[in-house]
């Protein structure tokens, strides 16, 4: 399986950004035979990897890091086996490397929590976020 992000950038704290995060390979039939969710994942030079935003494929609730509420809101499009995650009012403690992640199905209950190995991952994309 393979997850390809776009809409990384460089812009001016208060600006918005929305990136996208396309499946294909085992998962270009549709996302949802293969993940039960979907997340989005950064990681700051010299930081921990931070939990941003899962979200179910199926029905169910949507949870968000501390840092991001209110302005973050992650969506899919499994028509187009898409995921994006639309960030508004970016401050400069957003600049990070963003990864798109899916977890897979045998795991049914959604978080931010689950070991790397339980995810399928993207290559990341740059944000950077000037004042």
């Known amino acids: 399986v393979s997850l390809v992000e776009s809409g990384g950038g460089s812009v001016q704290a208060g600006d918005s950004l929305k990136l996208s995060c396309t499946a294909s390979?085992?998962?270009?039939?549709?996302?949802?035979?293969?993940?039960?969710?979907v997340a989005w994942f950064r990681q700051a030079p010299g930081q921990q990897r931070e939990g941003v935003a899962v979200?179910?494929?199926?029905?169910?609730?949507?949870y968000y890091g501390d840092s991001v509420k209110g302005r973050f809101r992650i969506s899919q499009d499994k028509a187009k086996n898409t995921f994006y995650l639309q960030m508004n009012s970016l401050k400069p403690e957003d600049t990070a490397t963003y990864y798109c992640?899916?977890?897979?199905?045998?795991?049914?209950?959604?978080?931010?929590?689950?070991?790397?190995?339980?995810?399928?991952w993207g290559q990341g994309t740059q944000v950077t976020v000037s004042s």
């Open positions: 979200q179910p494929v199926g029905a169910g609730s949507t």
């Open positions: 992640a899916g977890l897979h199905s045998s795991v049914t209950i959604c978080g931010l929590g689950y070991s790397s190995t339980w995810w399928d």
């Open positions: 390979g085992d998962a270009a039939s549709g996302y949802e035979h293969r993940w039960g969710c």
